[in-house]
């Protein structure tokens, strides 16, 4: 029996008399929820997808709180959730990539300070990892996925 059969039958139920209005919306609902896509049914407890991936992003400036907790914060995060939703995966995904991804930067950057330049080009690392994150954190309390510029992708 298709979905909009079920519905009729319910419809039907309901116009006899044999199930009051409540009942009728409580198994419509019931059934339009079996049937809808897997992504839009698992959701995380309480907070919705959007709202954990602006905290993925946002959990990087853990850093300036505690040393590390920049890092272990969103792997945390990510590792806790990633099971509950595609789009939260793909959002630590993106945040992991760009912490590898300045880390390794970083690496590069501070033997350059000895010879000067890496001191403009650790200038730049700081800025775009503050603006970074908070671009990422907007577009994910609108439920886009950015990609940092730059970004290695060691998680695909």
Not at 48 to 61: C, I, Y
Not at 144 to 149: H, L
């Amino acid at each position: 029996m298709s979905l909009a059969d079920e519905i009729q039958k319910l419809n039907e139920l309901k116009q006899a008399g044999a199930i009051s209005e409540q009942e009728y919306q409580d198994a419509k609902e019931s059934l339009l929820a079996q049937n809808r896509p897997e992504e839009q049914q698992i959701r995380p407890a309480g907070l919705d997808v959007n709202t954990w991936g602006l905290f993925l992003h946002l959990s990087q400036f853990m850093t300036y709180v505690l040393p590390l907790a920049g890092l272990i914060v969103p792997l945390i995060l990510w590792q806790v959730k990633k099971d509950e939703s595609a789009i939260i995966d793909r959002h630590g995904k993106t945040v992991m990539n760009w912490i590898l991804t300045e880390f390794v930067l970083l690496l590069i950057i501070v033997p350059l300070c000895f010879i000067l330049i890496g001191f403009a080009l650790l200038f730049i690392l700081g800025i775009l990892g503050i603006v970074f994150p908070i671009i990422g954190a907007i577009k994910a309390g609108n439920g886009e996925i950015w990609p940092y510029p730059c970004s290695i992708r060691f998680f695909k």
